[in-house]
């Protein structure tokens, strides 16, 4: 694989194999949400001129985020992504739930951004720049200043907000409640994406001192309270928002292996996550009908009977959020739980372990509601449409790929890993991860 071009703008942005890789699937999150998006915003009767512009508007900032190397850049690049999924969350403006969710999520996230603002502020403090190469620079010296742990903790709550870490999680369930489906489906995953990859870059790239304990505790509580919440919920929407918090914190464990492990195998899980999160919300977005009416466990009571393709396609999500073999869910939990082993991180191995057998029951809590219960009332499953069937089919294909042939994209991401810590004395991915197909 050829080397990366090299960097443009001053400085600010690289191209190479990492960033390339995010910009390809944050477009494909993108792409497969428009898709979907078509029947919905015609049922649920709202305009769609500034939905679709507001999509290319957030994506373009996702990208940025992703390529970019100087911290002022991640933060504008941040804001342009942000500002769009404010919007977009209160885009059912008949509905006051809506309107709820997207006040909350920008009051919070604006909250959460000075957070990461005033980081790196510490961080041009404590270092005299605010390019990652410098700093990296700077911190592998030996003499970390003090500041410099302060600016990484404020830079990780402004960026665990972005991907629902807990204890930044609290306006998760809210906000996928009231926002629109589709939009749910691009907010956890799209968005997510690109802030894994800043914090890849931050802890990774730059060497970011005192980053271990941070994100042990935060993937630990994020895991827990994101699937013990979630036994409780009896709303699709919010029962997966609290899944979302679990994943981030399935996720996070990768963050605390060895750079050269964990950055390859979070790299894959976000492809992973992505591929059937989408899908899922896809599925949840065509089956809630005009108003969102239809989004309790109890309105998907016999559903595989009324809808069997409908049903089928999403038992197939639920048993990858699982972590079910055959599914992309099942490696992406696989190369994370690899990676920590051999980190020596028994213990945060361990609680993904107990976390994922509680998760469980609520993702099969809803495959029992489909099969094995009777309608308590007369839902309508109107046909899919080709759009939407067609995103569902690209999530479900996807989806099928990396849990049968994973090896193509995680070499990729391997390479990307070994590209963005070159300068880290660990054992290469490709060592600890053969590649399952020739």
Not at 191 to 213: D, I, T
Request: glycine residues 8%; neutral net charge; proline residues 4%.
């Amino acid at each position: 694989m050829a080397q990366y071009p090299g960097t443009a703008f001053w400085n600010m942005v690289r191209v190479e194999d990492f960033s390339v890789y995010f910009h390809f699937l944050v477009i494909a999150i993108a792409a497969v949400v428009i898709l979907s998006s078509y029947e919905y915003l015609a049922v649920q009767r709202i305009r769609a001129g500034e939905y679709y512009g507001l999509i290319l508007f957030g994506t373009v900032g996702m990208c940025l985020m992703s390529s970019a190397i100087e911290l002022v850049l991640i933060f504008i690049a941040l804001e342009i992504s942000s500002i769009s999924t404010y919007v977009l969350a209160g885009f059912r403006r008949r509905d006051a739930s809506s309107s709820e969710s997207s006040l909350k999520y920008f009051l919070l996230g604006s909250f959460a951004t000075a957070f990461f603002l005033y980081g790196v502020a510490l961080m041009f403090g404590a270092t005299g720049s605010t390019n990652i190469d410098a700093i990296s620079q700077v911190l592998r010296s030996g003499n970390v200043p003090v500041l410099a742990y302060v600016a990484t903790a404020l830079m990780f709550v402004g960026l665990g907000f972005k991907v629902a870490s807990a204890p930044f999680h609290v306006w998760t369930p809210d906000v996928y409640e009231g926002a629109p489906a589709p939009i749910v489906g691009l907010m956890s995953t799209g968005p997510k994406a690109a802030a894994f990859a800043v914090l890849l870059r931050v802890m990774f790239e730059a060497n970011a001192p005192g980053r271990f304990w941070l994100i042990w505790v935060s993937a630990a509580l994020s895991m827990t309270l994101g699937n013990v919440c979630a036994l409780v919920q009896n709303n699709v929407k919010r029962l997966l928002a609290y899944s979302s918090i679990a994943h981030a914190g399935y996720l996070l464990v990768a963050f605390a292996a060895q750079p050269a492990l964990g950055a390859s195998a979070a790299m894959f899980y976000t492809a992973a996550y992505a591929a059937m999160n989408v899908g899922a919300f896809a599925v949840v977005s065509h089956f809630a009908n005009a108003g969102e009416k239809y989004v309790t466990l109890e309105d998907y009571a016999g559903l595989g009977r009324k809808s069997p393709v409908l049903a089928a396609t999403f038992t197939f999500f639920l048993m990858s959020l699982i972590g079910i073999p055959i599914t992309g869910g099942f490696f992406a939990k696989f190369y994370v739980l690899s990676a920590a082993l051999k980190s020596n991180l028994v213990g945060l191995a361990i609680i993904l372990v107990l976390n994922s057998a509680v998760g469980a029951y609520y993702y099969l809590r809803i495959i029992v509601m489909m099969y094995m219960r009777e309608p308590r009332g007369e839902v309508p499953v109107a046909p899919v449409p080709l759009a939407a069937g067609l995103a569902i089919a690209v999530c479900v294909l996807l989806t099928l790929y990396l849990g049968v042939l994973p090896g193509r994209v995680l070499d990729y991401a391997s390479q990307s890993a070994r590209q963005l810590v070159s300068d880290t004395v660990s054992p290469t991915a490709s060592s600890v991860f053969p590649a399952t197909e020739p």
